[in-house]
């Protein structure tokens, strides 16, 4: 244990704990010689008790007045799970529905689902560490990596402010690798990316994210919430003038990612249940063993301190309080 004080020097009065040493406490009485008599253990024993609760009464006062505490730790843990970033899309089009229109009635958007079910998958994960990032036309940051599954949750349920402007995905993975900079390699590094669309990334972005994507040692899965007839992460241009990241930004980012060279899987949902089906597949492969610092908060023990001086004080009140009745008799 971590133990501090908050104000050091009240601890110049633990010297008082040595006065029950030189100060019984006890009314002395005359007693004849008593050389011939046995020793008698038991009361020895009894002086001694009585003197260290003194003492201890003593110590626990002066610990409570300097502001004894037990400071912030770190524990290593070791769990099933994963480093995690969940990086969601926050432009405009996640907004609408399946079928790329405002919801109605009992309808959900793309971005509820994705929250709704992203929820579920956070409940379900026991030991993972999991941070939270959203990006449109720049990146936007959430929830650092944390084991607080509460905090988690509600970092999600921030995400349904209203969305932005466009889709900027490079941006956005720069900011979730960004997430296990200072951070021990300890098992599964995962960027979860859940995105309806993409755009273009420049020369420089591909450059950069091929070297972090190398240094940070990430997983990558990406699920495509595919909007009804419209084109996909899979398909083939009918048009050869339309083979280009200008025309079809899904399929050459998802070449792009493919070639990154670290593990990468992409998936298609078209609906709520694709999406379920999809998170339900990563929550099943990404459950390794993982080494990981839990983080415990400080500890205020005056409290305590206070608590053990009383109850001394009143078994020795107890003790005095006898004395003088039998003294009386």
Not at 109 to 114: E, M, T, V
Not at 121 to 131: A, E, N, P, T
Not at 250 to 257: C, D, I, Q, R, V
Request: charged share 20%; glycine share 6%; proline share 5%.
């Amino acid at each position: 244990m971590n133990l501090a004080v908050d104000s050091p020097w009240l601890l110049s009065g633990l010297v008082l704990v040595l006065l029950p040493l030189f100060n019984s406490g006890m009314r002395l009485t005359p007693n004849p010689w008593l050389t011939m008599i046995p020793t008698d253990s038991m009361s020895t024993l009894l002086s001694l008790l009585l003197r260290l609760m003194a003492m201890a009464a003593i110590a626990g006062l002066v610990l409570g007045m300097a502001g004894l505490h037990r400071t912030e730790q770190s524990i290593e843990r070791i769990g099933q799970g994963a480093h995690i970033v969940i990086l969601l899309d926050r432009s405009n089009s996640m907004d609408n529905s399946f079928a790329g229109k405002a919801p109605s009635g009992k309808e959900e958007s793309k971005a509820d689902s994705a929250r709704r079910l992203l929820s579920e998958f956070v409940s379900q994960r026991k030991s993972d560490l999991i941070g939270v990032a959203e990006f449109s036309t720049a990146p936007l940051f959430v929830m650092p990596l944390t084991e607080n599954k509460q905090a988690v949750l509600s970092a999600i349920a921030a995400t349904s402010t209203p969305a932005l402007a466009y889709t900027h995905v490079s941006k956005g993975l720069g900011m979730a690798l960004s997430f296990f900079q200072q951070q021990a390699v300890t098992g599964s590094r995962i960027v979860l990316l859940v995105s309806d669309g993409a755009a273009a990334v420049d020369a420089d972005s591909e450059q950069k994210l091929r070297e972090w994507f190398k240094q940070q040692q990430v997983r990558l899965y990406w699920i495509f919430l595919r909007t009804t007839n419209s084109p996909g992460i899979f398909d083939k241009p009918l048009d050869s003038r339309d083979d280009n990241a200008q025309a079809m930004p899904e399929l050459y980012l998802h070449k792009f990612l493919s070639s990154l060279g670290s593990p990468y899987k992409a998936y298609e949902a078209e609906s709520p249940n694709a999406l379920r089906d999809a998170i339900a597949d990563i929550n099943r492969l990404e459950n390794l063993p993982m080494y990981y610092l839990e983080r415990v908060p400080r500890l205020d023990l005056t409290d305590r301190c206070y608590q053990l001086a009383l109850l001394l004080m009143t078994l020795l009140l107890g003790v005095k309080y006898f004395e003088v009745n039998v003294k009386n008799d």
